[in-house]
T-cell receptor
Framework: DGGITQSPKYLFRKEGQNVTLSCEQN?????MYWYRQDPGQGLRLIYY???????QKGDIAEGYSVSREKKESFPLTVTSAQKNPTAFYLC?????????????FGQGTRLTVV | AQSVAQPEDQVNVAEGNPLTVKCTYS??????LFWYVQYPNRGLQFLLK??????LVKGSYGFEAEFNKSQTSFHLKKPSALVSDSALYFC?????????????FGQGTTLQVKP
């Protein structure tokens, strides 16, 4: 089945640690996105990539980093510089070149600082 | 700037009754509008979209949405609610001016359908 796979589903981070969230898609989509979801705040864009080996900061990129070495993969690293990382993280992808195309979402990773 | 507003944090409806979840938007140019649903601890599932054409858009699971240009609204509707429709609903608009392809989301509306 085609889709987006995020792993792990739950992740616990100690203070000062970096952690990496995985996102893999087999939809052959060019564009990939990372969103952060907090209660009552909707979804906010962290980083996006419209093509392999290129990515751009979104609205809340501080304390996060990404890479896009393969079309299928867009991992997100939450660094120790992110002061409030506890949240639900969603990865999405969409075909490029079509404003009317919907984005497809993974099942999310819930990150908790312990 | 492009934006979307969902004025209700929660909507309560009895099973079998019609439901409406409200969304208003502010865009420059033509709007590309979307509705998604999220069940607890899950990702977002696409329900329907408005690109152009008929103002009444039909989507998944019996949902439909009415695009109203003069009122800049895109309300989600269903003629007869099910308990299983209880979830968090997001309205979104494509951010055309930024050329990023990103979606701008509303705050979300929790739909509670009671038996």
């Amino acid at each position: 089945d085609g889709g987006i796979t995020q792993s792990p589903k739950y992740l616990f981070r100690k203070e000062g640690q970096n952690v990496t969230l995985s996102c893999e898609q087999n939809l052959n989509h060019d564009a990939m996105y990372w969103y952060r979801q907090d209660p009552g705040q909707g979804l906010r864009l962290i980083y996006y990539s419209q093509i392999v080996n290129d990515f751009q900061k979104g609205d809340i990129a501080e304390g996060y980093s990404v890479s896009r070495e393969k079309k299928e993969s867009f991992p997100l690293t939450v660094t120790s510089a992110q002061k409030n990382p506890t949240a639900f993280y969603l990865c999405a992808s969409s075909p490029s070149g079509g404003a009317g195309t919907e984005a497809f979402f993974g099942q999310g990773t819930r990150l908790t600082v312990v | 700037a492009q934006s979307v507003a969902q004025p209700e944090d929660q909507v309560n409806v009895a099973e079998g009754n019609p439901l409406t979840v409200k969304c208003t938007y502010s865009v420059s140019g033509n709007p590309y509008l979307f509705w998604y649903v999220q069940y607890p601890n899950r990702g977002l599932q696409f329900l329907l979209k408005y690109i152009t054409g008929d103002n009444l858009v039909k989507g998944s699971y019996g949902f439909e949405a009415e695009f109203n240009k003069s009122q800049t609204s895109f309300h989600l509707k269903k003629p007869s609610a099910l308990v299983s429709d209880s979830a968090l609903y997001f309205c979104a608009v494509r951010d055309i001016p930024s050329n990023t392809g990103k979606l701008i989301f509303g705050q979300g509306t929790t739909l509670q359908v009671k038996p």
